[in-house]
């Protein structure tokens, strides 16, 4: 059977430096490639700050994603590959914030529910993945309406301010430059708004866009090309912008520390994939450099707090799985169906054709007789799959999925058609209007 796997790249295995170098090219590039696998029949691609997470409908199960990670050269210890049922709980959990760092947090919801838009739009998913997400999205949803799971510094963005409010044990009075006025740099405002600070500011590509939110926060914009000049100003620092390259070099960092009271410390919290500021700034005087890595600690400490309110969200998950694999097979049990009738249709159109041709042979045939050998065959053959129709209906309400193989098996309906699975995934239509038929 064609079911559903994937491969996990994430913070839990792998440091930020090893999930960038296991990203290449962008999602377009990506979901065409995989798309485009002879047994990829649907995909969806997540890419996240700290999670690259491929998933695939594919009748040769992890072997394809297997020689997949292989031409993206990522090593295997920092990927984790899960089958059908691992890939379904890992899903939900994730879409319910079990999985992220910052546990319970809000952004990765947001996230699966654009990306996915995304891939279902460029016509990537189907029936299988399409059933799989829409739960996850809707079990996200019931965790954070039904625990507190989601309550407290639970975003990235809001950990990068816990962490800032650690280091320099406290922000009463502090300058803070927020570069990127992306979904994370908006946490970030939000959450420094919260505090009790000197001044923010915001500075992002699009300057309409930081004066927005720097309005709305009663901060400042700044443009993305005056930040050095205002790195001066500045005791903290957090980038989170989606370039590609490097906003804050070590040259500018250096040239900006000049400028500045000697005694006063430069914090700077890079939360960008891929990251926003140079590495070696680290090494300069008086400035100290965090990124994804070190939210580890508020992870943990989030983590103890949500631990009680994680449990509620885990007998939530267990629950949905076992309807989430009910509904599947309800699918399966229709799919079956509908392939039975259509097996059962094309044998009954040949027959009546032969029966027409041999009458003919004796006689004209005219319109009437025609109708009476088309009614005929069409009632046998409703009448004989009326029961089994049935059946296997209750076969998937009673969760029996060894009798849906069986009954798959004897009637050789789930030969793999490679080309006609990945032209027509949905059999949603032409099952309807099979079955209407049937019950007629």
């Known amino acids: 059977m064609t079911e559903i796997s994937s491969m996990v790249i994430s913070h839990k295995k792998a440091k930020i430096e090893e999930m960038e170098s296991a990203w290449h090219g962008d999602l377009d590039g990506l979901l065409h490639h995989l798309r485009n696998h002879e047994y990829v029949y649907e995909c969806v691609v997540l890419k996240t700050c700290n999670r690259v997470e491929i998933y695939v409908v594919s009748p040769k199960s992890s072997s394809v994603l297997f020689s997949f990670a292989k031409e993206m050269g990522a090593s295997t210890h920092i990927i984790d590959f899960y089958g059908h049922d691992e890939s379904l709980e890992h899903l939900l959990r994730l879409s319910g914030g079990l999985e992220s760092m910052i546990v319970g947090e809000d952004q990765i919801l947001g996230q699966i529910k654009d990306l996915y838009a995304y891939c279902k739009k460029k016509g990537t998913t189907g029936k299988i993945l399409d059933t799989a997400f829409d739960k996850a999205i809707q079990v996200g949803k019931r965790i954070r309406n039904e625990t507190k799971i989601n309550k407290g510094s639970v975003s990235i963005g809001s950990a990068a301010v816990d962490l800032a409010e650690d280091i320099l044990e406290g922000l009463t009075g502090k300058s803070v430059l927020v570069i990127g006025a992306g979904e994370i740099g908006v946490l970030v405002a939000k959450a420094l708004a919260e505090k009790d600070i000197e001044a923010i500011y915001i500075a992002n590509r699009t300057f309409k866009k930081a004066e927005e939110i720097a309005y709305e926060l009663g901060g400042h914009a700044v443009r993305l090309n005056d930040v050095q000049a205002q790195l001066k100003n500045a005791d903290v620092v957090i980038s989170g912008t989606g370039a590609p390259h490097y906003i804050l070099t070590r040259e500018m960092i250096k040239k900006a520390m000049i400028n500045r009271d000697k005694a006063?410390?430069?914090?700077?919290?890079?939360?960008?994939?891929?990251?926003?500021?140079?590495?070696?700034?680290?090494?300069?005087?008086?400035?100290?450099?965090?990124?994804?890595?070190?939210?580890?600690?508020?992870?943990?400490?989030?983590?103890?707090?949500?631990?009680?309110?994680?449990?509620?969200?885990?007998?939530?998950?267990?629950?949905?799985?076992?309807?989430?694999?009910?509904?599947?097979?309800?699918?399966?049990?229709?799919?079956?169906?509908?392939?039975?009738?259509?097996?059962?249709?094309?044998?009954?159109?040949?027959?009546?054709?032969?029966?027409?041709?041999?009458?003919?042979?004796?006689?004209?045939?005219?319109?009437?007789?025609?109708?009476?050998?088309?009614?005929?065959?069409?009632?046998?053959?409703?009448?004989?799959?009326?029961?089994?129709?049935?059946?296997?209906?209750?076969?998937?309400?009673?969760?029996?999925?060894?009798?849906?193989?069986?009954?798959?098996?004897?009637?050789c309906l789930e030969k793999e058609k490679i080309k006609v699975e990945k032209i027509k995934p949905d059999c949603g239509n032409e099952l309807n209007r099979i079955s209407e038929k049937g019950n007629s």
């Open 264 to 411: 006063r410390k430069l914090l700077l919290i890079d939360i960008a994939n891929p990251r926003d500021i140079e590495e070696s700034a680290a090494e300069l005087e008086n400035v100290e450099l965090c990124n994804i890595d070190n939210l580890r600690v508020i992870s943990e400490r989030t983590l103890k707090m949500r631990k009680e309110e994680a449990k509620k969200a885990e007998d939530i998950i267990q629950e949905e799985i076992r309807l989430l694999n009910l509904q599947y097979k309800r699918q399966r049990a229709d799919k079956i169906i509908s392939d039975l009738y259509r097996q059962v249709y094309d044998v009954r159109i040949r027959e009546r054709e032969k029966a027409v041709n041999r009458l003919s042979a004796y006689h004209t045939i005219g319109e009437i007789e025609t109708e009476v050998l088309d009614d005929l065959t069409h009632s046998i053959a409703n009448k004989i799959l009326a029961e089994p129709t049935k059946v296997l209906r209750q076969a998937a309400e009673l969760e029996n999925g060894e009798f849906l193989d069986v009954v798959s098996r004897i009637f």
